[in-house]
């Protein structure tokens, strides 16, 4: 019961941050930010599963290439033709963020 509170109450607040994006003009509208955010967490959850039930995964490396997957389909269709390549660019990360590190991983 507490863990389906926290999915939920994640949920809500990616929706929100999508739905922040999708305002800006950085975030595709043409699925919802609830969608958005209800297949990202699910995406997410499988991942952690996946390394939960196989530990010796890297965890890290397949966050990022979900991400990579993910994160260029959140974008309007303009902004992809317009994106710069640099290397935080090519999984649309913001470079200060990239830094971050975290210690789940």
Request: aromatic share 6%; hydrophobic share 40%; charged share 30%.
């Amino acid at each position: 019961m507490e863990l389906h509170k926290r999915v939920l109450v994640s949920r809500r607040m990616l929706a929100e941050m999508f739905s922040i994006g999708q305002g800006r003009g950085e975030i595709r509208s043409d699925i919802s930010a609830r969608d958005l955010a209800r297949m990202l967490q699910t995406t997410f959850m499988g991942l952690t599963m996946s390394w939960a039930i196989n530990p010796e995964l890297s965890l890290r490396k397949n966050a990022c290439e979900l991400w990579q997957l993910f994160c260029p389909n959140l974008k309007r269709a303009e902004s992809r033709a317009i994106r710069k390549t640099g290397t935080a660019n090519k999984i649309g990360m913001n470079p200060k963020l990239r830094r971050v590190k975290s210690k789940v991983y």
